[in-house]
T-cell receptor, first 108, second 114 residues
Framework: AQRVTQPEKLLSVFKGAPVELKCNYS??????LFWYVQYSRQRLQLLLR??SRESIKGFTADLNKGETSFHLKKPFAQEEDSAMYYC??????????FGTGTRLTVIP | DTEVTQTPKHLVMGMTNKKSLKCEQH?????MYWYKQKAKKPPELMFV???????INESVPSRFSPECPNSSLLNLHLHALQPEDSALYLC?????????????FGSGTQLSVL
């Protein structure tokens, strides 16, 4: 069975500080991993996906199959990064499983 | 148009009522999804339609009945719901059904069952 674990429900960092949101997964197949974000009063939207190996809004995430992790990182947090972040795992069955989410607060 | 539109935004219904949630997209996407999100919980998949055919039903009770009349529309018919069914119901769509597909979400329908 698949599982996505985000150990931190809440994370607060100061503006300009580095931020890392942790995500670990459990899946027997080849994983496709995503980070989705929900800003206040906005709809859930894709932030980035591991297959694209892209940097969006300064965020990056590297898939580490050995540690089964897909942590989200940004070197310098901005106030506008405050949001709810969900790590998600897509299985071959066309399903998208979400972790429990981490609410990031960037303190001015 | 790059949005998924859901109506209504809010719905209050009694346990004996019949109501429907509607979802619409005009991006030419061929997969559409219903998710349920309880307060402070992640979205949980309910149904997936692929090319207008139901491809996934995550053991959802029959009081929830999905319908995909065409490639742009997705409905969720509700009947004899329970108070514990109160939640945010999210619709999403994706271009196809590949595992790397990006999902586009609607803003949801906040449902309260009295």
């Amino acid at each position: 069975a698949q599982r996505v674990t985000q150990p931190e429900k809440l994370l607060s960092v100061f503006k300009g500080a580095p931020v890392e949101l942790k995500c670990n997964y459990s899946y027997s197949g080849s994983p496709e991993l995503f980070w989705y974000v929900q800003y206040s009063r906005q709809r859930l939207q894709l932030l980035l996906r591991h297959i694209s190996r892209e940097s969006i809004k300064g965020f990056t995430a590297d898939l580490n199959k050995g540690e089964t992790s897909f942590h989200l990182k940004k070197p310098f947090a901005q106030e506008e990064d405050s949001a709810m972040y969900y790590c998600a795992l897509r299985t071959g069955a066309n399903n998208l499983f979400f972790g429990t989410g981490t609410r990031l607060t960037v303190i001015p | 148009d790059t949005e998924v539109t859901q109506t209504p935004k809010h719905l209050v219904m009694g346990m004996t009522n019949k109501k429907s949630l509607k979802c619409e997209q005009h991006m030419g996407h061929r997969a559409m999804y219903w998710y349920k999100q309880k307060a402070k919980k992640p979205p949980e998949l309910m149904f997936v339609y692929s090319y207008e055919k139901l491809s996934i039903n995550e053991s959802v009770p029959s009081r929830f009945s999905p319908e995909c009349p065409n490639s742009s529309l997705l409905n969720l018919h509700l009947h004899a719901l329970q108070p514990e069914d109160s939640a945010l119901y999210l619709c999403a769509s994706s271009q196809g059904i590949g595992t790397d597909e990006k999902l586009f979400f609607g803003s949801g329908t906040q449902l309260s069952v009295l």
